[in-house]
């Protein structure tokens, strides 16, 4: 268990930024912490390794915000918008009683940064989770674009820069590399 809790903040273009979030969640299992690792914007119909791998390690439970998101389309449909900044505000909620219960030593909000940036979050949930977890609770938020208030909020910040990509070639994502 945590003596203190702090705020992590993953964000900027560059890749890795759930990959740290996920060894993190590793390495605090490893140690007998609890963890929940909650994916926004990543539906439980994608085939993602790191929910295959890390569904069977002792400590680490996953939480999927199982809205039905296309990174590519989503945001110009106003419908699906609202639904998932509903299901958002719902997950939040839940994750703010956990947190306020210390019902895990680490949690990892996978994406939610990228989600404040595009409005499907809002900061005042995100500052009530905050205020609301126990004090010995972790936090660790991820995601391109983590706005400048979060940011103050953080006790550390962590940006990813590209400075190569394989994308940029043509490399496509590949299974069990990117997802």
């Not at 389309?73 to 998932?84: A, E, F, I, K, P």
């Not at 979060?150 to 299974?175: F, Q, S, W």
Request: aromatic share 6%; glycine share 8%.
């Amino acid at each position: 268990m945590l003596s203190k809790g702090l705020i992590q903040v993953y964000t900027g273009p560059g890749k890795g930024k759930t990959t740290a979030a996920l060894g993190l969640a590793l390495r605090a299992a490893g140690q007998g912490n609890t963890v929940l690792f909650c994916q926004f914007l990543k539906p439980a119909l994608l085939d993602l390794g790191e929910r295959k791998a890390l569904t069977s390690v002792a400590g680490i439970t996953f939480r999927i915000v199982n809205a039905q998101w296309d990174m590519r389309r989503s945001l110009d449909d106003v419908q699906v918008t609202q639904q998932v900044r509903a299901e958002i505000r719902e997950a939040l909620a839940e994750l703010k009683s956990a947190a306020a219960q210390r019902q895990y030593d680490l949690i990892c909000l996978d994406e939610i940064n990228f989600c404040l940036a595009r409005g499907l979050a809002e900061m005042d949930d995100i500052k009530s989770l905050i205020q609301a977890r126990d004090e010995h609770v972790e936090l660790v938020l991820t995601g391109r674009d983590a706005p400048s208030e979060l940011i103050k909020l953080a006790d550390l910040v962590t940006e990813m820069m590209v400075r190569k990509h394989p994308y940029d070639n043509g490399t496509c994502a590949r299974k069990g590399i990117e997802y």
